[in-house]
């Protein structure tokens, strides 16, 4: 296989310059407040840890939050399976998924919903008391749970939020994660975290002596232009593992959520318009009324994600009707049942001048969910001693090149309660960080517009070696040498960090598979049954590429 040439772009060097101010210390440092992070601290501090919870913002404000659609999880044992859970994870993952690592999420996901109604979650239930059961693409049974029709996400977190208050943990809100600091011998032995003001301005930076560092910090969808996700999700955890010395995998796919809400000229977080509508019922057209998912596939309009993404983008470049940048969600059909399953939607469709009951919904692919990231067992174990990835920052061989519908918070709760479960027993004995020389190029924020406008062009849901090599052009500006004064400061060099990583892995990969689908390289190919390991030793990049096993 044909190896191109590494891409010139911007590589940063270990350490954002930043010396303590202050010192801390803690048994076990969680860093991110979503459903992974916060499901670790609770389980963690009850097993009797010193657990310090860091997040950048506030609890809550993250990307479980958003969530609509739900938990996936086989909880109706008479109309489903653990096996037919299984085979829909790993055919969404399109060869790519570790079946293992698959099996042992599918196991314990009913576990995790229970445990969450336990902690005091309401989730919505039938007129007989059941568990009201939803179903979205990919899926082949209705196996959803959800809370208060579209507002998943947030009951959810309401849940973690009173527990980890009730649990004693203590949370260092408007704080980040700068970098993991290392003993002697290569372990994990603090972090560097800056505590910024209400402007963003750095106020004080911590030196918290730990053993464990568990990133659960979501995802990195601020990269692009448009996406579903919060202005939190800025690929902090992924850039901090990455200086950290920690593998990185499966980057390259990025899931584009088929129907994020249109509008001209938006940027930035969009409303994403769940596919439990369409599991609903509701259709998707293009600008001339024609059906965008017949004969693409055997499920139509509850396809895959990355197929339906693929779809949609693919008859966008023939401007159906005039139409290029946008198509339309039809379902006016469902009546008014569809306001009373998805409030969430509806109003802030009609807020927009739309009535989903009467109208068509225009919607367009939006960057939503890191498939790959900080390679990680399902327990949160990296390459790195000491160092922890769960949810969205970690690649655990769940979700391969696509992720399935509503697995994404599941495997964040389980992912919570096995790191937590590990943490329990013997934690890494506790050794003295080594501080060593600093020497970072701090990117401008002022990039940050530029960079996301480069992503979406190039590196959306239809890609090509010309685009690839152009967006590797454009990372390479906007760097300076500088000291980390504000929160902007961090961000926009973690999203450069991300943003060069996700570049040179799709420039790698020469064929279409899950949410990768290049134009120049339309086929799968058995050849690219592999995952494109990188990993930053402080000096060079090394980059490996590792056979997945057969199923």
């Known amino acids: 296989m044909s190896r191109p040439a590494p891409p010139r772009v911007w590589t940063p060097l270990p350490r954002l310059p930043a010396q303590p101010t202050l010192v801390a210390s803690a048994q076990v440092v969680v860093v991110g407040s979503g459903a992974a992070g916060a499901t670790a601290a609770i389980g963690a501090a009850r097993a009797g ?13 993250g990307s479980t939050t958003w969530a609509q659609g739900g938990l996936a999880a086989v909880l109706d044992a008479t109309d489903d399976s653990w096996a037919e859970h299984i085979a829909a994870t790993l055919t969404a993952g399109a060869g790519l998924s570790d079946r293992s690592v698959v099996e042992q999420l599918v196991l314990r996901a009913p576990e995790a919903v229970h445990d969450l109604i336990d902690l005091g979650a309401e989730f919505d239930r039938d007129l007989a008391g059941r568990l009201a059961l939803a179903r979205e693409g990919g899926h082949h049974r209705s ?12 009951e959810v977190q309401r849940t973690l939020d009173n527990s980890l208050r009730a649990a004693g943990v203590l949370v260092k809100e408007r704080s980040i994660a700068l970098d993991v600091l290392h003993d002697d011998q290569g372990r994990v032995a603090g972090l560097l975290v800056a505590h910024v003001d209400e402007e963003g301005l750095v ?35 992924l850039a901090l593992a990455w200086r950290a010395g920690a593998e990185i995998a499966d980057v390259e796919f990025v899931q584009f959520h088929p129907t994020a809400f249109w509008q001209p000229a938006a940027s930035g977080q969009q409303l994403l318009v769940s596919e439990a509508v369409r599991g609903e019922g509701a259709t998707l057209v ?32 023939d401007s159906p009707g005039g139409i290029g940048d946008h198509v339309f969600l039809d379902a006016t059909s469902i009546g008014p049942h569809l306001a009373e399953r998805f409030p969430t939607v509806v109003t802030r469709c009609r807020a927009a001048g739309v009535d989903p009951l009467t109208d068509l919904i225009p919607v367009a692919p939006a960057a939503h969910f890191a498939c790959g990231g900080v390679r990680a067992r399902l327990d949160g174990v990296t390459s790195v001693p000491g160092l922890f990835a769960i949810g969205e920052v970690a690649a655990t061989g769940v979700h391969g090149a696509n992720r399935l519908a509503s697995n994404g918070v599941t495997e964040g709760l389980v992912a919570g309660h096995l790191v937590a479960e590990a943490l329990a027993g013997r934690l890494p004995e506790s050794s003295e960080p080594i501080l060593g020389e600093v020497l970072l190029s701090v990117a401008d924020s002022d990039m940050r517009p530029a960079v996301a406008r480069s992503m979406s062009r190039w590196l959306g849901p239809l890609r090509d070696g010309d685009g690839l090599g152009a967006a590797a052009d454009e990372l390479l500006g906007g760097a300076r040498s500088s000291s980390v004064h504000s929160l902007a400061d961090v961000e926009a060099t973690n999203l450069l ?51 997945v096993e057969e199923e």
């Not at 106020?203 to 232009?225: I, Y």
């Not at 024609?290 to 966008?316: C, E, F, K, N």
């Open 49 to 61: 840890r010193d657990v310090l919870v860091v997040t950048k913002s506030s609890l809550g404000a």
């Open 143 to 154: 196996r959803i749970v959800h809370a208060g029709g579209d507002a998943t996400g947030a």
């Open 203 to 237: 106020e004080d930076v911590t030196l918290v002596r730990t053993s464990a560092v568990v990133v659960a910090t979501g995802g990195l969808g601020q990269a692009f232009a448009v996406t579903t996700n919060p202005p939190q999700s800025t690929g902090d955890g």
């Open 286 to 317: 293009d600008g001339a009324g024609r059906s965008v998912m017949s004969g693409v596939h055997p499920l139509g309009d509850l396809a895959p994600r990355d197929v339906v993404a693929t779809a949609i983008a693919q008859r966008l470049r």
């Open 497 to 547: 960090a991300v943003s060069e990583l996700m570049v040179h892995a799709a420039q790698h990969r020469e064929e279409s598979r899950g949410s990768h689908r290049r134009l120049d390289f339309p086929g799968q190919r058995d050849a690219w049954r592999k995952r494109i390991v990188r990993r930053w030793n402080g000096v060079a990049a090394a980059t490996t590429y590792e056979p």
